[in-house]
């Protein structure tokens, strides 16, 4: 038989049973489509921590505590052995040459929130920081202005707030500049005066920006219990500092290393990381979860793959008499072979072109936004994934429509023949 005539007979014996057909290419539909969506969602999560990190700054050494976390409840903290003193020293030009700013802070990552001319709004953290973040972070403000060293050394009740929650409580930055809002966030309320509010930045930030607010660590460290030892230090969550040489930060990272080593009577409870290491180790967890979700959805396409298996078992079993007939007129076990494998082959096709648009739409749709959880989900649809999952599912349809194809093949024609 012709290539022609096997596809023709293909169309008809499938179009027997629609119902039936039409379930098994849904299968393959589901699987391809959830596939595509799945690792869409792997791919814009990477990107997002890409992005994230590089809205940190430039040129920039992380340094953080080793420990663990602490607290419980609403408000949950990481035990630090960092202190603002520990800063202090970094800044020392003379030792280190090449560090162009040091900003000793915390970050509170919990929705903090505020009111103020008569509206409330959600903060979605609370940094506190000093005068050189800014620079350090390459941030500025739009209007107003940021924390100086007199904010610092009187322990003023100062705030910048991010343009987003400035626009939700004030319309507008100007209006914001000077009126005083509420904070509230755990058992812990304070009333602060807004000084500056931050530029919008909207795409070029890490998404949250706008929504943070800003306070002096001074007065964080004075007016939040948590935010001191038990002996009284100054600690601090983590210190970010600037290198103005790119060329000089492996040096610098090692210096760094060194000085908190003695400081911390030689004892390593601090990492000092570059963005290259941060970024490194996060998109390393973002593949992993990428690679595992296209797993899971993967699961769908071999369901479905044993959709089409099972499909073609029966349809071999209905066809048995109409088998033996065609060998009886001269069809070769090859043409039986082929008949039912592009029966498999059109099941497959049908359901990854299916698969493909309707991933990359459940994609599209998906795309910004936040199901309920407060942070917009991204979405990215790559080549790769469509094409990876099409070519698994057109894999798979062959490989579980082989044994039926091959068993429809080895019918003996007489026994076909007899069979009801």
Do not use: C, W
Not at 178 to 207: D, H, N
Not at 384 to 400: D, E, K, P
């Amino acid at each position: 038989m012709i290539a022609i005539d096997l596809i023709q007979t293909a169309f008809v014996a499938l179009s027997t049973n629609k119902l039936r057909t039409g379930l098994t290419v849904l299968g393959i539909v589901i699987g391809v489509g959830a596939v595509i969506a799945l690792m869409a969602a792997g791919q814009g999560a990477e990107q997002g921590v890409t992005k994230e990190v590089r809205g940190l700054g430039s040129n920039l050494l992380v340094i953080e505590p080793t420990q663990t976390e602490q607290g419980g409840g609403p408000i949950r903290m990481t035990a630090s052995t960092l202190t603002s003193q520990d800063a202090a020293a970094i800044k020392d030009t003379e030792s280190f040459p090449y560090v162009g700013g040091v900003v000793a802070q915390y970050s509170l990552d919990l929705e903090t929130q505020l009111v103020g001319n008569g509206r409330n709004t959600t903060a979605s953290a609370l940094i506190a920081t000093q005068p050189d973040f800014e620079y350090v972070r390459s941030y500025n403000v739009a209007v107003g202005r940021f924390f100086t060293d007199e904010d610092m050394s009187r322990k003023k009740t100062n705030v910048v707030l991010g343009a987003k929650v400035a626009e939700d409580l004030f319309d507008t930055p100007e209006d914001a500049v000077g009126k005083s809002v509420r904070l509230s966030f755990g058992p812990f309320s304070l009333s602060l005066t807004v000084i500056g509010v931050m530029e919008e930045r909207g795409a070029s930030g890490s998404g949250t920006d706008d929504t943070q607010i800003y306070s002096p660590l001074t007065t964080f460290l004075a007016r939040v219990p948590f935010g001191r030892s038990a002996t009284g230090a100054s600690n601090v969550q983590e210190i970010i500092v600037k290198v103005t040489e790119s060329s000089k930060l492996t040096q610098t990272q090692q210096d760094i290393e060194q000085l908190l080593y003695e400081r911390h009577d030689s004892t390593e409870d601090f990492t000092v990381k570059t963005q290259s290491d941060l970024l490194s180790t996060a998109n390393k967890v973002s593949r992993t979860m990428t690679i595992l979700l296209g797993a899971i959805a993967g699961i769908s396409l071999v369901v479905g793959g044993i959709g089409i298996m099972n499909i073609m078992l029966v349809s071999v079993t209905e066809r048995t008499r109409e088998i033996g007939i065609r060998k009886a007129v001269g069809a070769s076990a090859g043409d039986i072979l082929m008949q039912f494998i592009i029966e498999a082959i059109i099941v497959t096709l049908a359901g990854g072109v299916i698969g493909v648009i309707a991933g990359v739409a459940a994609a599209r749709v998906a795309n910004g936004q936040d199901f309920g959880t407060g942070s917009p989900v991204a979405t990215v649809v790559t080549p790769v994934s469509i094409f990876a999952a099409f070519g698994v599912s057109v894999l798979i349809g062959l490989f579980f429509g082989i044994y039926p194809a091959f068993r429809a093949s080895r019918l003996d024609p007489i026994e076909a023949l007899r069979a009801e």
